[in-house]
């Protein structure tokens, strides 16, 4: 007989009832950033945008209060969060009386700074405010309706970017085709990506194949969106460049990477609708 317990679906993890920072697991860059060539010196600036949907705690009298957190990771940071274990940090909040909202902001701020190893901010949100995430579109030049055949979905191949070094041009592109998948479960991650970037012309055909190229890759977000930075920097020599993905939710969570030459401003966090 089939049933969910014989099944491939999630198994059962107990759910945190008290507060506990322990809970969250950092991961070093480091790594990952070797893998790519890189070392401390890092040739760009950026940060990961968490947004977080299912945070509650109680008031002195019991009540049960609700908010949305925007959290924002500086890329330079030695570290970054597992995301179910940030989850599950944020869920330990759930049955924790606190005075106000402010108290709930200042521990995740501390304890997030703690697990990054840098100074990270947190931003609660009701659920009513105008700011509550409103639905958006991903500003930049559509390329997904480009007619072309695709063979090639793994690994990421930079060698696919074409430019026309003739062409200078000043542009912003978007695919909303991008899969990647999670190094820890295999699971599928989804993102819209923007291109943004001042130099040749680059082929709108060879930049989908190139994003398509990551489709049975597995590494984490923030990895993914340094490793298409740096090959877009390496293949296409842009002036001005920046990359940001905003990456569909997962467990009441999504992550938006976003890194950039230096100089560049830091991005909004403009929800979009698979968000």
């Known amino acids: 007989m089939n049933t969910p317990e014989s099944s491939m679906l999630g198994r059962a993890v107990a759910c945190p009832t008290t507060y506990d920072p322990g809970l969250l697991f950092p991961i070093p860059r480091r790594e990952a950033r070797a893998r790519l060539g890189l070392d401390e010196a890092l040739p760009f600036v950026g940060v990961d945008i968490w947004n977080a949907y299912e945070l509650s705690w109680l008031d002195p009298r019991g009540k049960p209060q609700v908010a949305l957190a925007e959290i924002r990771v500086p890329a330079a940071s030695p570290n970054l969060v597992e995301s179910k274990s940030l989850k599950l940090y944020l869920n330990g909040f759930a049955q924790e009386k606190l005075a106000n909202a402010e108290i709930l902001r ?15 901010s947190a931003t609660l949100i009701a659920p009513t405010s105008p700011q509550a995430f409103p639905v958006g579109v991903l500003p930049g030049e559509l390329i997904d309706g480009v007619a072309i055949a ?11 970017l074409k430019v026309d070094p003739e062409a200078l041009v ?3 592109l978007v695919s909303h085709l991008f899969r990647s998948n999670c190094p820890v479960t295999g ?16 082929d709108r055909a060879s930049l989908l194949r190139y994003l398509v190229s990551y489709r049975s890759h597995s590494d ?18 842009p002036a001005r460049l920046s990359v940001y993905a905003r990456f569909t939710r997962r467990g009441g969570l999504d992550i938006n990477p976003f890194r950039a030459l230096p100089g560049a401003a830091m991005p909004d966090n403009l929800r979009l609708s698979r968000q």
């Not at 200042?106 to 990270?120: K, N």
């Not at 695709?150 to 696919?160: D, T, V």
């Not at 989804?190 to 943004?196: F, G, M, T």
């Open 106 to 120: 200042t521990l995740v701020t501390a304890d997030l700074s703690a697990a990054a190893g840098a100074p990270v």
């Open 150 to 160: 695709i063979e090639h979905y793994g690994p990421p191949a930079p060698e696919l």
């Open 170 to 172: 000043e542009e912003t």
């Open 187 to 202: 699971q599928p991650d989804w993102a819209s990506v923007q291109v943004a970037y001042a130099g040749p012309r680059i």
């Open 220 to 237: 984490f977000h923030e990895a993914c969106v340094e490793r298409i930075f740096l090959d877009l920097r390496e293949r296409c020599a």
